[in-house]
């Protein structure tokens, strides 16, 4: 019983460690999006939900072919 706790112990640890790293390149990407939202002259990528890293690239892409 003790050594099936340890293990659980174990995984519950590296579980908690891979939601910590998720969430902090989640925040990094999110932190990426701003800044090249800001750098192509986007006023809001924000339409109140949740936007995919990639649909906000091709957003700031879109933006940038219409500029040139």
Known sequence: ???RLQIL???SEKLIEARDE???MLAEE???VTRLAVAVGATSLDAGYVVSYNVSLEECCRI???KH
């Open 22 to 24: 998720l969430a902090m």
């Open 1 to 3: 019983m003790e050594e």
């Open 64 to 66: 940038l072919i219409e």
């Open 9 to 11: 112990t174990k995984h």
């Open 30 to 32: 999110r932190g990426d």
